[in-house]
């Protein structure tokens, strides 16, 4: 079986294929305090929820845009299972034709995402990516990576007002009723919730319009569903596109 890590701002996710079926995700919390016996305690226990032994995990592959948890993951992988995984990074086959400036600077999440969106989806293809940054990635007619954009996420976004201000609270990560808020936290949840949804639109909008065309939509995240159901074009769902993009990258460098 394959084990699969994708390590976020603020979240890990982790997935286990055996041979293309997907078994099991599971998240894990980013915190560049754990140690690499800590993520190894935690990956270990994962694996025990799920009935699957640790040698039965022949292979790994890890992408990360925190560099001192990838490499603290990446040594707890290489102590649960004695193999030695496969990191996204600089000499990895990925099969993207990328046409951004320097093409070493795309990060590993966006690789990942957008080798998924390849595999699965018709291109032109808008790739957005909601974690703790708002990512969106743009791929051409002909498979290319053309490049994108990066905004603050939603939770980054909260984070924000409420240390910046003196009297705005956190509040619940959902949708408000309607647009116009009639309350402190409704007003908050429309600026947050349809805010995004009101950025998405409108990024999709010019986008289309510089491609010169219409491009399949795709949203990943933990916080996509709530912020796509709210959004005027057809952007569809896809929970498990960076592991399915991980598995692929991983299949190319075996």
């Given at each position: ?105 795309l990060g590993a999440d966006l690789a ?74 409704d007003c908050i949840k429309s600026g ?63």
């Amino acid at each position: 079986m394959l084990i699969c890590i994708d390590i976020g701002n603020s979240n890990i996710t982790i997935g286990v294929f055996d041979k293309d079926t997907l078994k099991f995700t599971a998240r894990l919390a980013t915190d560049s305090r754990r140690t690499s016996d800590q993520y190894a305690i935690e990956i270990r226990d994962i694996l025990h929820i799920y009935e699957i032994e640790r040698n039965e995990i022949t292979s790994a592959a890890i992408a990360s845009v925190v560099p001192t948890v990838g490499s603290a993951v990446e040594r707890a992988v290489q102590r649960l299972f004695g193999i030695k995984p496969i990191v996204l990074g600089p000499g990895i086959k990925t099969g993207l034709n990328i046409k951004i400036d320097n093409p070493a600077q795309l990060g590993a999440d966006l690789a990942a995402g957008a080798v998924g969106a390849l595999a699965k989806y018709p291109c032109p293809c808008i790739v957005i990516d909601m974690g703790t940054a708002t990512t969106i990635s743009v791929i051409g007619k002909n498979g290319e990576f053309l490049g994108g954009s990066i905004a603050a996420g939603i939770k980054l976004t909260m984070e924000a007002l409420t240390s910046g201000t003196a009297q705005l609270p956190s509040v619940g990560l959902e949708a408000p009723k309607k647009v116009i808020g009639t309350n402190t936290i409704d007003c908050i949840k429309s600026g947050l919730i349809i805010g995004q949804a009101s950025l998405l639109d409108g990024m999709i909008t010019r986008i289309e319009r510089e491609l010169g065309t219409k491009a399949t939509v795709v949203a990943t995240g933990g916080l996509a569903p709530e912020v796509v159901a709210n959004c005027d074009h057809e952007i569809l769902l896809d929970d498990n596109l960076l592991l399915d993009g991980l598995k692929i990258i991983h299949d190319k460098n075996v």
